[in-house]
């Protein structure tokens, strides 16, 4: 009930362009050794800041993977296109941004970590993923920064039955593309919570970032903030949909995702 008025009422309050998505713990799981996953997303009102355009943005080529081996598991995933698409302007451009409200497109970033099992008892599991996000080829473009970031978090996971929660925290080192800083640390922060009816997984995930610093943000660092209502339909194979609301300014208004995937 929480989550659905936080869904109802949250106002966009400041965004890097999208946050990390927490872990996909279907990868940790013991009798899984792969898991792969495949989509695409729309995001209605996201703006990027550094371009200072706000539009719809669509993300083609979702891809993760997750590969483990015992205790520690590998992860790749990343966005293989992004397009601004209908952008307004709200802002000048950032220096090295080129200006203009037209159509903006790039490579999204890539993530690559190791998710290490600490321990696993049979209410749940603790992990710590730690890894880098590499940055987008064209600073030009203003959809994100040519820096590179990094993170580390705690993860854990308990299940009872059908019912699971898995909480993620830690610490995000991210370049910046300013003359006030050369990067900014900010706490990293997923929870969510869902049950297994049979085949079908609803889910509640609450997801974002938030620079402790004081002072107005740093453009292209500024806090991120959203909910995801997701459905999930199957196990080894599956279909997962997402609802996405952002609850920062800089988050999109709205948001759609839908993913294809499977374990073996």
Not at 4 to 15: K, L, N, T
Not at 49 to 55: K, T
Not at 171 to 194: E, F
Request: hydrophobic share 40%.
């Amino acid at each position: 009930m929480a989550c659905a008025v936080a869904v109802g009422s949250a106002d966009r309050a400041e965004a890097q362009l999208r946050p990390l998505d927490p872990i996909d713990w279907v990868g940790l799981s013991p009798a899984r050794r792969l898991l792969v996953s495949a989509g695409f997303a729309v995001y209605e009102g996201q703006r990027a800041s550094l371009a200072g355009l706000e539009g719809r943005l669509v993300e083609l080529g979702n891809i993760a993977v997750i590969w483990r081996i015992d205790r520690v598991a590998f992860e790749v995933g990343g966005t293989a296109v992004r397009r601004l698409e209908d952008p307004a302007s709200y802002a000048r451009a950032a220096p090295g941004t080129r200006n203009g409200a037209d159509p903006r497109r790039d490579v999204g970033d890539v993530r690559i970590a190791t998710i290490v099992e600490l321990t696993r008892g049979k209410a749940g599991v603790v992990a710590l993923r730690f890894g880098t996000r590499l940055p987008t080829t064209d600073n030009g473009e203003g959809l994100e920064r040519d820096r590179t970031d990094f993170f580390s978090l705690i993860g854990v996971r308990l299940e009872r039955g059908p019912i699971s929660f898995a909480a993620e925290s830690g610490i995000g080192i991210h370049g910046a593309r300013s003359g006030i800083a050369d990067q900014v640390d900010v706490w990293l922060y997923g929870i969510t919570g869902a049950v297994r009816v049979g085949p079908i997984v609803p889910s509640v995930t609450l997801v974002g970032q938030v620079d402790g610093r004081d002072g107005p943000p740093i453009r292209g660092n500024e806090d991120l903030g959203e909910v995801r209502l997701g459905l999930q339909l199957g196990h080894r194979r599956w279909v997962r949909l997402l609802w996405i609301r952002g609850m920062q300014e800089y988050s999109p208004d709205l948001g759609f995702s839908l993913a294809l995937g499977f374990a073996h």
